[in-house]
């Protein structure tokens, strides 16, 4: 079993940022990729951005430019900085890790972009 914890929500204004981060705990071996999902309320999950323990990183269209996701392989920790935050309904943001075909999310944390 794999522990994703997040860490980092909150309420901020638009332009502003945030710093989410996730820790993963547990038997982690064989964790490639961690990656941040986001999910509003009435919509489908969608990917943020995802990183191989190479380094590797994808980045939703939308994400582009403005956010950046690094990884600590031996802190076992993923975090994705997010600036020039834009108003949005707020949406809970998703740690993600697949591992041997399972799939393990963390709790989740809100980001709310307000006026």
């Known amino acids: 079993q794999v522990q994703l914890v997040e860490s980092g929500g909150g309420l901020v204004q638009p332009g502003g940022s945030l710093r989410l981060s996730c820790a993963a705990s547990g038997s982690i071996f064989g964790i490639i990729r961690m990656g941040w999902y986001r999910q509003a309320p009435g919509k489908q999950r969608e990917l943020v951005a995802r990183?191989?323990?190479?380094?590797?990183?994808n980045y939703a269209d939308s994400a582009k430019g403005r956010f950046a996701i690094s990884r600590d392989n031996a802190k076992n920790t993923v975090d994705l900085q997010m600036n020039a935050l834009k108003p949005a309904a707020p949406a809970v943001y998703y740690c993600?890790?697949?591992?041997?075909?399972?799939?393990?999310w963390g709790q989740g944390t809100q980001v709310t972009v307000f006026s």
């Open positions: 990183i191989t323990n190479g380094g590797g990183t």
């Open positions: 993600h890790a697949p591992q041997l075909g399972k799939h393990y």
